[in-house]
């Protein structure tokens, strides 16, 4: 019976990166071995154990054979005779497929560090394209780590795409692929790896994106990419990143259809299709009158959650970043619209409701807060 640390934890060591989690594959033990040393099970598809101390999770060495489609569709075969290098085998990318043993030696079958000096993404097995998500995850990785699709790794991807493979992949692990790879700080290059299979196509066919060579090829895409670039600087939110992804889709309902399709959390559903309806009155707040402010201000539920509108004007400034006189202006939309909200929030709606007795209070308050942005938007 022998220990070994596996995958992500070993590579990132190798990167001289923080390593968070640490798994490991147990070769040449049962799983009634695992138990008697004090390990608890917790594996439903394939034997998984709890370290008695550390809680570290130990997998017993396993092989997978595919037997029919979708992610689950998969026989496990788990048991003493498999080797760590079989176990290994199954592993998406040479770069993921190293271990190191108990007496902390490298165990490195596929030439994994090789392509880590490499910055080189490349898969282990003909085997990488019995599970189409493995597409989405080396696109994550490249944005992750910056590093180059092997031509032969993008070559098999594109062959999954046009063979249908691809079509199997189930929204829920698409979008936990797809939303890391927007909260990196190279999300730009995920982009286009996607784009170079052919699948970025066939997942966000409502926006208009094009690329060449992996490449922006549209201003669609050259606008994606900068706006991609900012808000990793200034730490944006993912609903906020999401939110620029659809920004150039056709409308509201578009940006929909893409969020029920991936299974987006509502709050990044709801930012993008608040971006298609309120988007371009917010940008033009500055030179709007205080009615309009209103509008968007309401359009936004900024009393109820002002938090969205902070999210909105976050997402204006990441996409418009950059144009003339869009960050020198000394009234921007960030300003003029939260001036607009204070001022109007300022307004005493209960003391209309007295005064009103019950006859137009909704005209009435929103006459009174058209009054208070106006006077804090020269007269206007």
């Known amino acids: ?17 923080p390593v968070a989690d640490r798994d490991f594959v147990v070769v ?12 608890k099970p917790v594996g439903r598809d394939f034997p998984v154990f709890l370290h008695p101390e550390t809680h570290e999770e130990h997998a017993l060495a ?21 080797t760590l290098e079989q176990d290994l085998e199954r592993r998406d990318l040479t770069i993921n497929a190293m271990a190191r043993d108990e007496r902390g030696a490298l165990v490195d079958p596929f030439g994994g560090a090789r392509d880590l000096e490499r910055r080189l993404l490349r898969h282990v097995s003909p085997a ?7 597409i989405l995850r080396v696109a994550r990785f490249a944005a992750r780590f910056g590093f180059s699709v092997a031509p032969e790794t993008l070559a098999l991807m594109r062959r999954m795409v046009e063979n249908g493979e691809a079509d199997a992949l189930v929204p829920e692990r698409v979008w936990q692929e797809f939303s890391k790879g927007l909260m ?11 784009a170079r299979c052919g699948l970025l196509a066939r997942l966000l066919p409502e926006v208009p994106l094009a690329y060449r060579d992996g490449e922006p090829a549209n201003d669609a895409s050259r606008i994606l990419v900068r706006a991609l670039d900012r808000s990793a600087a200034g730490g ?21 259809a893409v969020s029920e399709r991936l ?28 009615a309009a402010r209103l509008a968007t ?8 959650r002002p938090e969205r509108l902070a999210a909105l004007l976050r997402v204006c400034e990441f996409r418009r970043f950059g144009e003339r006189g869009w960050v020198e202006s000394p009234y921007p939309p960030r300003v003029a619209l939260h001036a607009a909200l204070a001022a109007a929030s300022g307004v005493d709606a209960a003391d209309i409701a007295r005064r009103a007795a019950g006859r137009d209070i909704a005209e009435r308050l929103r006459r009174a807060r058209v009054d208070a942005i106006r006077s804090v938007n020269g007269g206007r």
């Open 263 to 290: 299974r987006a959390p509502t709050e990044c559903r709801d930012l993008a299709v608040l971006w298609h309806r309120q988007g371009r009155a917010a940008i033009e707040a500055p030179a709007a009158d205080a």
């Open 236 to 256: 944006a939110s993912l609903a906020e990143r999401y939110a620029l992804v659809l920004a150039d889709a056709r409308d509201a309902d578009a940006a929909t």
């Open 297 to 304: 201000l309401e359009g936004a539920d900024a009393f109820r």
């Open 28 to 39: 040449g033990a049962t799983p009634e071995q695992m138990i008697a040393l004090g390990f």
């Open 184 to 194: 990196e700080r190279g999300a730009r290059a995920m982009f286009g790896v996607l």
């Open 1 to 17: 019976m022998k220990t070994y640390a596996v995958g992500g934890a070993v590579r990132d060591e190798l990167l001289g990166l």
């Open 128 to 134: 990488f394209v019995e599970d189409p998500v493995r």
């Open 62 to 82: 396993r092989t997978e054979r595919k037997v029919g489609r979708g992610y689950k569709g998969f026989t496990v075969y788990a048991a003493p005779d498999v």
